[in-house]
């Protein structure tokens, strides 16, 4: 007889932590992530509770309690992320001791990214945090996206639109890959703000048939993501985990070889 194969073998990290979602291939999607939880406990909470299990998750990896934020994060059956920091002008102390620059040896980011990855685990994939630098170098990018790969986790470029450099190496390696569609609350943003960037989001969506919001963890940009998506569905856009998103992107550019 031969061997049995074992079906979670026969799928990557990504897919197996991934939540299940199924819409028809031309549906709307709008991807939301959550960024930069784990640090402060009401906000993480009520991220965690308050917004439905489609939007993804993503924790800095500097949290004391992350293996617990995150283990509550999957009972409430989220998707979960780990932030990446990425060398960006002005946030060396931002991106703390783990951070990736242009400056370190390939080895000595592959080190930290390795640090990163191992803070937990039943992970979809990491979420670029800062990175205005980082991303936009190739020869320091390749060698992480490349380790990403070959541990079968997602990379979310953070910046707007993504960068030319990520999109093309993910292609290139065959990365499961998002880009995002911009920050709601970067900047000053007030509720007003708030709400009219989500709206941007949404008819990006109905457009282009996809779109990726991404938010940090404020009680305000949680409370506006969950009072917008209470009438997505019904306005012709589905609320999709992260790796659906990628999922699409995998497809098309095995279409397009």
């Known amino acids: ?21 199924s819409v028809p ?4 999607v709008v991807a939301v992530v959550v960024a930069g939880l784990g640090l402060t406990a009401d906000a993480t909470e009520a991220a965690i509770t308050l917004l439905p299990p489609e939007v993804t998750l993503s924790f800095t990896p500097y949290s004391h309690r992350l293996k617990d934020w995150i ?18 002008p002005g946030a060396a102390e931002a991106i703390g001791p ?12 592959l080190g930290r990214l390795d640090w990163i990855l191992g803070r937990s685990g039943a992970l979809v ?8 630098g980082f991303l936009g170098n190739p020869t320091a990018l390749r060698p992480v996206l490349a380790e990403l790969r070959a541990r079968g986790l997602i990379f979310l470029d953070n910046a707007p639109g993504g960068h030319a450099a990520s999109s093309a190496l993910a292609a290139d390696l065959g990365l499961p890959f998002a ?3 911009g920050k709601i609350d970067s900047g000053l ?8 960037r989500l709206v941007q989001a949404e008819d990006l969506a109905l457009r282009r048939g996809s779109a990726v919001v991404m938010a940090e963890g404020l009680p305000v940009s949680i409370e506006r993501i969950a009072t917008w998506l209470l009438g997505l569905s019904e306005r012709g ?16 550019w095995e279409v397009s070889g």
Request: charged residues 20%.
């Open 98 to 109: 783990y951070g990736l620059t242009t400056a370190a040896a390939p080895s000595a980011n």
């Open 1 to 21: 007889l031969p061997p049995r194969l074992d079906a979670a073998r026969l799928y990557q990290p990504w897919q197996r932590t991934a939540r299940s979602f």
């Open 25 to 28: 291939a031309r549906q709307p």
């Open 237 to 252: 856009v589905e609320v999709a985990p992260i790796s659906a998103i990628a999922r699409r992107n995998l497809m098309r």
């Open 189 to 196: 943003a007030s509720r007003r703000v708030l709400d009219a």
């Open 179 to 181: 880009a995002s569609d």
């Open 71 to 88: 283990a509550m994060a999957r009972i409430f059956g989220h998707e979960v992320m780990l932030d990446l920091p990425m060398e960006a």
């Open 125 to 132: 994939g990491v979420a670029g945090a800062y990175g205005q």
